[in-house]
Every structure is written in structure tokens, then in C-alpha cells.
T-cell receptor, first 115, second 110 residues
Framework: ETGVTQSPTHLIKTRGQQVTLRCSSQ?????VSWYQQALGQGPQFIFQ???????GRGNFPPRFSGLQFPNYSSELNVNALELDDSALYLC??????????????FGPGTRLLVL | QQPVQSPQAVILREGEDAVINCSSS?????VHWYRQKHGEAPVFLMI?????EQKGHEKISASFNEKKQQSSLYLTASQLSYSGTYFC???????????FGKGTRLHILP
């Protein structure tokens, strides 16, 4: 059983650019949640995808968007990057229903630096 | 509403005990505990559900006081491997999304 993987591990972008981060969920899981973790802070919920549909969104602007694919892997896209977008981006996969998720398992994260 | 964790940081010697608290201003359905080591992903420790029993293993356990809207994580006879940042995540109801606290940094000295 493979765990949650993310790519790339590190990324450097300049302000105004666009970025795509990828996440492969754990085998048997149907849900992916994305989090932004600033230095010294807890993970902040961005959004969740359940069976290819967005299933809940945190307090993030529309320039943060995502996709989930039939194999339950997922992408996080961020347009018009700002300096404050610099953070560790974590995805977590879980198994559940549209209303209830079981335990979330996190990937190693992608560290994004915006210059 | 983000849960509040206390203390923010703690330094212990190997073998000492630690308690980390997680409090919410809202009624809670569940509390999730994770540990994150520097540069690594958060690792799931345990989940406590409303009306459920105290969880844990021999040296790491947790309680959930529904009336006080609070959970505590107990680390007994701490080991060097326990070092890291501990996060609690809370859900206000069954179909809510998890909101994480800011974390408690634990450093164990030999």
C-alpha cells in the first residue's frame, strides 16, 4: 500500500506567475483535502475534493482552484501568485462519504517560495 | 473557529511527562491529534469522538472533555522520538471540515 505522495517537493516562482501542485492519494482513498501551512502555523484548509467534485472550501480566494481525477489524484492550481502564498502546501487523503471523512493521511508537502 | 493549543512550546528531559491541551469556543464533535517533525508531513496519532472513550496506547493517550470543549494529549515517559510539533484538529459537527490549531512545539532533551 503506497502512501500519499506530492510533487514537486520544492518550487520557486515569481509574483504573478501560476503554479500547479500535484498529489497522489493513498490506495483505497476517494477524497483529497488541500492545506496551506505557513511557517510556525497549523495547516489551513483550502478545499476538499470528493469523487472529482469540490466538497467544501476554506477562506481562500478563487485564484486557488483544484481538480480531482478519476484515479482520485488531485491538483492544486494557484494563479497570480502573491508573496504571501509562500508556504508548505499539504494534501491529505482519506476515505469517506460526501458528508463524513475518516482519518486523513498527509503527504510530505510541496514547499512554495514566491519571490 | 480555530482551536487554541497550550502550551505553545515545552522542553522536557527524556523520561518526563507532558500534557498538551486543545480548547475550543464551540461544542465539538471530534478532536484529531497529529505530530509533525521538522520538514515532514503531519502524522496521525489518534481521533477522539464525542461520546467516545479515551484513546491511546501505553505512553501516548488523549482525553476529550465534551462539557469543557477541550482535549488533552498525554505523553508519558517521553522519548527523544516524541520531539516535534503537535497539532490538534477539531470538527464542530459530523460533516464539518477539520480546523487545526497553531501547534505545540515539544523538544525532548537526552
Amino acid at each position: 500500500e503506497t502512501g500519499v505522495t506530492q510533487s514537486p517537493t520544492h518550487l520557486i516562482k515569481t509574483r504573478g506567475q501560476q503554479v500547479t501542485l500535484r498529489c497522489s492519494s493513498q490506495s483505497g482513498h476517494n477524497t483529497v483535502s488541500w492545506y496551506q501551512q505557513a511557517l510556525g502555523q497549523g495547516p489551513q484548509f483550502i478545499f476538499q475534493y470528493y469523487r472529482e467534485e469540490e466538497n467544501g472550501r476554506g477562506n481562500f480566494p478563487p485564484r486557488f482552484s483544484g481538480l480531482q481525477f478519476p484515479n482520485y489524484s488531485s491538483e492544486l492550481n494557484v494563479n497570480a501568485l502573491e508573496l504571501d502564498d509562500s508556504a508548505l502546501y499539504l494534501c491529505a487523503s482519506s476515505f469517506g462519504t460526501i458528508t463524513r471523512q475518516e482519518t486523513q493521511y498527509f503527504g510530505p508537502g510541496t514547499r512554495l517560495l514566491v519571490l | 473557529q480555530q482551536p487554541v493549543q497550550s502550551p505553545q512550546a515545552v522542553i522536557l528531559r527524556e523520561g518526563e511527562d507532558a500534557v498538551i491541551n486543545c480548547s475550543s469556543s464551540k461544542a465539538l464533535y471530534s478532536v484529531h491529534w497529529y505530530r509533525q517533525k521538522h520538514g515532514e508531513a503531519p502524522v496521525f496519532l489518534m481521533i477522539l469522538l464525542k461520546g467516545g472513550e479515551q484513546k491511546g496506547h501505553e505512553k501516548i493517550s488523549a482525553s476529550f472533555n465534551e462539557k469543557k470543549q477541550q482535549s488533552s494529549l498525554y505523553l508519558t515517559a517521553s522519548q527523544l522520538s516524541y520531539s516535534g510539533t503537535y497539532f490538534c484538529g477539531t470538527e464542530a459537527n459530523r460533516d464539518d471540515k477539520i480546523i487545526f490549531g497553531k501547534g505545540t512545539r515539544l523538544h525532548i532533551l537526552p
